[in-house]
């Protein structure tokens, strides 16, 4: 069974930059769509950037666009998200996801992703 786990969050300041990982074991999730999530206290999850199985067509929330890039690396099965430029408004536990169903559409649903990682918590300090 694939598993998906997040890595590289912490602690920073605001204007500070963070690489998060996202290292799938077990079945590949190499020839499916996955995604970033994420969710402050009290909020509800929501979509902050998603990438092709092939790594095209990346697509951000406009809140992070300009400021963070979506990546992944299919050779070592792993996903990366740099953060740059981070504000305290980015708070929260961040979630990788992957498609199980070889779609793409609907991208910024969290309902779309069938599998999640455990989620890494980043927290900027104003």
């Known amino acids: 069974q694939v598993q998906l786990v997040e890595s590289g969050g912490g602690l920073v300041q605001a204007g500070d930059s963070l690489r998060l990982s996202c290292a799938a074991s077990?079945?590949?999730?190499?020839?499916?769509?996955m995604g970033w999530f994420r969710q402050a206290p009290g909020k509800e999850r929501e979509f902050v950037a998603t990438?092709?199985?092939?790594?095209?067509?990346?697509y951000y929330a406009d809140s992070v666009k300009g400021r963070f890039t979506i990546s992944r690396d299919n050779a070592v099965s792993t996903m990366y998200l740099q953060m740059n430029s981070l504000k305290p408004e980015d708070t929260g536990v961040y979630y990788c996801?992957?498609?199980?169903?070889?779609?793409?559409?609907?991208?910024?649903?969290?309902?779309?992703?069938?599998?999640w990682g455990q989620g890494t918590q980043v927290t900027v300090s104003s």
């Open positions: 077990g079945r590949t999730v190499n020839s499916q769509t």
């Open positions: 990438i092709t199985w092939w790594g095209g067509s990346p």
């Open positions: 996801a992957a498609r199980t169903d070889g779609g793409a559409a609907d991208w910024s649903r969290p309902s779309r992703y069938g599998l």
